[in-house]
């Protein structure tokens, strides 16, 4: 006879909650990982094209969908950027293509361009 006291989510024993819970552990970690690796590649834009943090996301968001690399990846290559200088050829044209459409056309405080006498 079947066993109708336990609701059909629940694991059948205690092993299988432990392994259950260990999983959804682990994708959280993984989770929360990649939102820092995104938010810190988010500042590096927002400082790099003096720009809002929502727009330092559509860039973000542009270069991936371009290049078709996930976004994590895009957000990973931008850090190791910052810290060596180096950035993939594809990621870095797609990122100077993103930073003017999403960009300031003028650096803020700089003082109006003047016009010819």
Do not use: C
């Not at 003096?50 to 895009?74: A, C, F, I, Y």
Request: net charge negative.
């Amino acid at each position: 006879m079947e066993d109708v006291s336990r609701a059909p989510h629940e694991p059948a024993d205690g092993s299988d909650l432990v392994f259950a819970l260990q999983e959804e552990v682990d994708q959280l970690k993984e989770a929360v990982a990649s939102h820092a690796v995104v938010d810190q590649a988010i500042g590096m834009v927002v400082a790099l094209g003096r720009m809002t943090p929502d727009q330092g996301w559509e860039v973000l968001k542009d270069v991936s969908q371009h290049t078709n690399t996930k976004l994590r990846n895009v957000a990973e290559l931008i850090l190791i950027w910052g810290r060596s200088g180096q950035l993939p050829p594809k990621i870095r044209a797609e990122l100077e293509d993103a930073l003017d459409r999403y960009g300031p056309t003028q650096v803020p405080g700089a003082p109006a361009e003047r016009s010819a006498r």
